[in-house]
């Protein structure tokens, strides 16, 4: 069985520089789920064009990092289950 790396110090913190970025950029934008991955979506398109574009894996890199943190922007609104957490069809309430 693999064992977990812990994650590396420098991903972290280009996902929170991202994330302070997105902060300051759009203070208080609220969303539900749905709209968070449509927002994720979107940004999984910029990537995916980044990339077959010839612009290669670094500029796809930025956009993975954007998506990285705006699926943490929904987790932090939203919730954020754990692992082995039960799954239903109500809101999670975390």
Do not use: F
């Not at 574009?53 to 993975?64: F, I, M, P, S």
């Not at 922007?73 to 082995?84: D, L, S, T, Y």
């Amino acid at each position: 069985m693999k064992t977990l790396r812990p994650i590396k110090g420098h991903v972290l913190l280009a996902v929170e520089s991202e994330r302070a970025y997105q902060e300051k950029k759009w203070p208080g934008h609220d969303h539900t789920v749905a709209e968070w991955l449509l927002i994720m979506e979107k940004l999984m398109g910029d990537a995916r064009r980044a990339w077959v574009t010839g612009h290669g894996d670094n500029q796809a890199l930025h956009e993975v990092r954007q998506i990285v943190a705006t699926g943490i922007a929904c987790m932090e609104q939203c919730g954020a289950p754990h692992r082995g957490d039960p799954v239903t069809g109500r809101k999670y309430e975390g």
